[in-house]
């Protein structure tokens, strides 16, 4: 069905690409913090890389900055670039499912960039305090499949 | 021209978005017969890998089967990635046009993933029975430019 | 914060979503003079292949005649796909930032295409004569960061 034909749904898709873009750019500058912020108190996240998922905050910023300092020790830059993003309709409780595709991409010094991985994000959005969070975050890697 | 500042612009944009990624994914998951029902009945698709444009979605359901099942006998994964759309206003019979980019990324079990096409894709959209569809579709490969 | 969830952003961000991906489509066919329009007459674009940033329409078109040239004289074709732009509300002047990832694709005749560059991109775009233009645009190279 061609589901919705309002602005509302219109804008929910323009606010959902803002805030999927300052998520992933906040990851990438190593912000742990304010991208842990961006998931619900209890948000959780389950990645490919971790046998189990990662739940709240805390857990959540410590992951990312222990990943970024590693990174940065070796000179590394990576990025999340989201795309081709499909925003389903609200559910009854106003959460929205977004499934996209992610590339990670790293780079060093004077190298050329590598596509480091290819993943699918399978997200259950949330409006809490006026903002979108993450309350669910699944990733698979298509070298996992 | 800064061509179109309604809100009827936004909500195109916004549906056309979740067509496009919802067929992306729809193909890379070996969906044949909804990723064919993405196209109007007599639907064009010309892909760079064929002489001849494929018709109707017998046809085009048939050709996605037949590549899926070979590519998962290979264990391969495939995304196609669809970014940097130009969506056209829409024309006097209501059809749309849309310039977009799109990546062919294929992944293998414990490989990293490779950027194996880099495509042009020129669409016409139509709306039928309330759906978005494609009535034409004509991609173009960078290594054969 | 959901900073706006007015149908104006939407219209906003389909808008620029539209200018972006014209802006590069026209880079990418080497449409040098298209292009440089898309710059206010003063424009400033400061990419990180040069010590120095471009001022102004003529300067900006004949760079990217002269690059132009080169690439059709090598058989490459270059792609700039812009992804996860985060698009701010405007601000006091009007003048919307945005902040994208931009990959560029290079592919030669038969070959694979190859993932030149990652950038991140900077845009400070106004509205003139009712057109959207980029007043200033900073790139930077994360093999350079």
């Known amino acids: 069905m061609r589901d919705t034909i309002s602005p509302a ?6 606010e959902i690409q803002r805030f999927h873009a300052r998520q992933m750019q906040l990851l990438d500058s190593g912000d742990a913090e304010a991208w842990a912020a961006t998931f619900t108190e209890d948000g959780l996240f389950a990645p490919p890389s971790l046998p189990e998922p990662v739940r709240g905050r805390a ?3 410590a992951g990312v900055r222990a990943a ?10 990576r990025r999340h670039l989201l795309t081709t993003a499909a925003v389903a309709d609200p559910g009854p409780d106003g959460s929205v499912r977004v499934r996209s595709y992610v590339q990670v991409v790293a780079t060093r010094r004077d190298e050329a960039p590598r596509l480091l991985l290819m993943c699918v994000c ?5 409006v809490e305090d006026g903002e979108w969070r993450v309350r669910e975050r699944y990733v698979s890697r298509d070298d996992r499949a």
Chains 1, 2, 3 share one sequence.
């Open 68 to 77: 970024h300092a590693e990174l940065a020790a070796e000179g590394e830059v």
């Open 59 to 61: 857990a959540l910023a």
């Open 9 to 14: 749904y219109a804008s929910l898709c323009a």
């Open 122 to 126: 399978d997200d259950v959005l949330v």
